[in-house]
């Protein structure tokens, strides 16, 4: 660095060339070019992909799909005609749903607040942030078999069936619910915590110039101005308890239709046990114990139809307009 | 770096080379006309009321963890008048600004020396949130919170008790509050409206709008202008200048013509130190300390 030493230092010499944005791509090195073009092969090969997933599941969804298979629960039978359709797994998909994302949403949002406003001691916010990184990496189905120990403990017994002897089954919508929270968690707590860092410092500090605490700053502004990412981190949370199955194998115990326990309405329907879109798939592909590959296929359009709704609603409400602050 | 290359593009201002950037020309009395207010160095009419004094500092240190940002600095602050902070980026003049109503403690790393007094009493002995309502602040960006107009007014008058007043109870408060604030005329029709949908010198009067409605004793405006278009600026220094005689004003600002506009008082601060403290025009036109008038004439900043 010898030359802007030499003071006072002449202006630079005009550049003969125009800046490399102006020369266009002929200059480019034969590396660039190649990676361009590896670049463009890839995003149109993932487009290619996308697309036929789709009009794959579109053909043989609309082939295999009708209103009743939509309406009438599932039956044992080997006939296929006699096996009716999938309204029962339909069901335990949005009540799990609804379930796991109730659990999640408080929980999540909570986490994301203390760790972002709070975080201390920062030896525990540390503990906490590697804690849902752990759960978020985990396979469901490690997830799943660990919640099965955990709710097959008689002090669970009320979230289950229970045999005669104070077995405890551990398989319902409530312990099934209860894990799909927490596969739903990491997601909720990431997308909450960034829309909280995004929120420049002088908007806290304008609330508590105001002399407001911090309880009420979060209340009143904090959470209201990360509304969208809150709501982006519970529709991705949905579409990840939508898609899991081996949840559902485990915890839901995959009955064929919804098993409620005797007794009070709804409370006898979440201690029962259920099945969702994604066992249903499963258990009828040719890769499950039943042989009814149509039923699976118009099911996982079903299914893919409701992710697809979710990723649009995920694209929604992030591209809607954020608060417009300046840093 | 290879002693070939060209060197890096920065552009070199040379001081005796008369600049090449196209200018309006220069008006006989030597000032360049100024795209708006359209007098820039006309002083706003002096304050008529007797000068209270309000706060005042006494030795206040500020230091960020082994950094000092403010040496020592002792200062009246008084109602019926405008107190200007001006100095160098780093030189404390925010610290100072930020300790008066302790929005410094928020910063885990800040310890303070000194006293700070408000009407004679220290404001460590306060609880803080009562003190930062007597003492409110604006930013240097506008922050209106993410709720409509009526409601970011009302924002500070509302949970101060067990019972949560009504929208008509707060009506005449916020009202007032936008009157003074010199909105109310461009608003009146749409206070449900969001507040982040209206311009950012808009923002920033509702900002104002806000602390008034908490009905401050002081008032500190942290280069209130700075992210605003000239037409804004003059709308804010005007209503900064009329609220002085009920509120006392302390403001930070970058811009020399802008203390000149609407100071009484100036403290030129360098390095955290407060070099010289005075009158407006008498700091600017016949400085005492060769620092003050190395900056006021332009020679650093």
Redesign the interface.
């Known amino acids: 660095m010898n030359a802007p030493a030499q003071a006072p230092a002449p202006p630079p010499p005009p550049v003969a060339s125009p800046p490399a944005h102006q020369r266009g791509e002929e200059s480019w090195s034969r590396g660039d070019k190649l990676g361009v073009g590896l670049a463009w092969a890839a995003g149109i090969g993932l487009c290619l992909i996308a697309a036929a997933i789709v009009i794959f599941m579109l053909v043989r969804g609309f082939q295999y799909l009708s209103l009743s298979l939509l309406t009438t629960h599932p039956l044992p039978s080997l006939e296929q005609s006699q096996s009716g359709g999938f309204l029962d797994p339909i069901e335990g998909t949005v009540i799990l749903t609804i379930l796991g994302t109730l659990i999640a949403a408080p929980i999540g949002v909570g986490i994301a607040v203390w760790l972002s406003e709070y975080g201390r001691p920062s030896w525990l916010a540390r503990a906490v942030e590697s804690g849902v990184e752990i759960v978020a990496g985990t396979p469901s189905i490690v997830l799943a078999i660990f919640g099965l120990l955990v709710f097959q403990q008689s002090f669970f017994g009320f979230l289950s069936f229970t045999a005669e002897g104070n077995a405890v089954f551990g398989r319902s919508f409530f312990t099934a619910g209860a894990i799909m929270g927490l596969i739903a968690l990491p997601l909720i707590v990431g997308s909450t915590r960034e829309a909280l860092h995004s929120i420049p410092a002088h908007v806290r500090e304008a609330s508590y110039a105001l002399g407001k605490d911090r309880i009420s700053t979060i209340r009143r502004v904090l959470l209201p101005a990360s509304r969208r990412g809150i709501g982006t981190g519970i529709t991705l949370g949905m579409g990840r308890i939508v898609g899991d199955t081996a949840i559902v194998v485990v915890l839901l115990g995959a009955s064929l239709q919804i098993q409620p326990e005797n007794g009070t309405p709804v409370w006898g329907l979440l201690k029962g046990t259920g099945s969702t879109l994604t066992t249903y798939v499963y258990n009828n592909s040719p890769a499950g114990e039943g042989g009814a590959p149509e039923k699976a296929y118009a099911a996982a359009f079903v299914l893919l139809i409701v992710v697809i709704f979710l990723n649009f609603a995920v694209d929604l409400i992030a591209r809607g307009k954020e608060p417009g602050w300046t840093r | 770096?290879d002693?070939l290359s060209?060197?890096?593009?920065?552009r070199?201002i040379?001081v005796e080379e008369a600049p090449t950037v196209a200018l309006p020309p220069v008006n006989g009395n030597g000032h360049r006309p100024h795209a708006a207010p359209a007098s820039p160095l006309r002083r706003m009419p002096r304050a008529d009321t007797a000068a209270i004094e309000r706060m005042r500092t006494e030795a206040l240190s500020v230091a960020y963890g082994q950094k000092l940002a403010v040496n020592q600095v002792s200062l009246s602050v008084r109602q019926g008048e405008v107190l200007a902070l001006i100095g160098p980026s780093g030189c404390g003049k925010t610290t100072l600004l930020r300790s008066l109503?302790r929005?410094v403690d928020?910063t885990p790393a800040a310890t303070r020396g000194g006293r700070i007094l408000l009407d004679g009493e220290d404001v460590d002995l306060f609880d803080v949130?009562?003190?930062?309502?007597r003492v409110?602040?604006l930013?240097?960006?506008?922050?209106p919170?993410?709720?409509s107009i009526f409601d970011n007014v009302a924002?500070?008058l509302r949970?101060r008790g067990s019972k949560k007043p009504s929208k008509r109870e707060l009506e005449p408060a916020v009202i007032e509050a936008l009157h003074r604030a010199g909105l109310l005329e461009e608003v009146k029709d749409n206070l449900d409206h969001p507040a982040?949908a209206l311009s950012g010198g808009q923002q920033q009067r509702l900002?104002i709008a806000?602390?008034l409605a908490?009905q401050p004793e002081v008032l500190l405006l942290d280069e209130p202008c700075s992210?605003l278009d000239p037409i804004s600026t003059q709308t804010i220094e005007e209503t900064i200048v009329s609220l002085r005689t009920e509120i006392a004003i302390v403001i930070v600002t970058h811009n020399l013509q802008q203390a000149q506009r609407v100071a009484d008082h100036v403290a030129f601060m360098y390095l955290g130190d407060l070099v010289e403290y005075g009158e407006a025009e008498r700091v600017f036109n016949s400085p005492v300390a060769e620092r003050t008038r190395e900056y006021v004439s332009g020679g650093f900043g």
Do not use: D, K
Not at chain 2, 139 to 143: A, D, G, H, K, R
């Open positions: 770096m002693p060209p060197p890096p593009p920065v070199r040379l109503n929005l928020l949130t009562l003190l930062r309502r409110g602040m930013f240097q960006q506008p922050n919170f993410p709720m924002y500070g949970e982040l900002c806000r602390s908490v992210a």
